[in-house]
């Protein structure tokens, strides 16, 4: 196998990985506890509000960072591996 198929394989393993640890336990909450009703309560409510306001900017930022956390783990994680 090449080395790009091996790197897009372990790659694609691991992003599968993280989303089904994220999404399938608050999913199952959310489904659990009523918040979907809050949610879509909160949808409506932000239609006729309109605009995304300041918590729609700090989810953005948020979810910046979440996203930025992971690529540094798995850089740093890769980098260790290297020098072993």
């Known amino acids: 196998m090449s080395p790009v198929v091996k790197w897009w394989s372990r790659l694609a393993a691991m992003v599968t990985g993280a989303v089904l640890t994220l999404v399938v336990p608050v999913h199952a909450w959310a489904a659990s506890n009523g ?8 949808a409506k409510a932000r239609r006729r509000r309109g605009g995304f306001g300041f918590f729609g900017i700090f989810g953005g930022l948020c979810c910046l960072f979440v996203v930025a956390a992971i690529v540094l783990v798995i850089v740093l994680v890769s980098r260790n591996r290297k020098r072993k």
């Open 35 to 42: 918040v979907a009703d809050v949610a879509i309560e909160a």
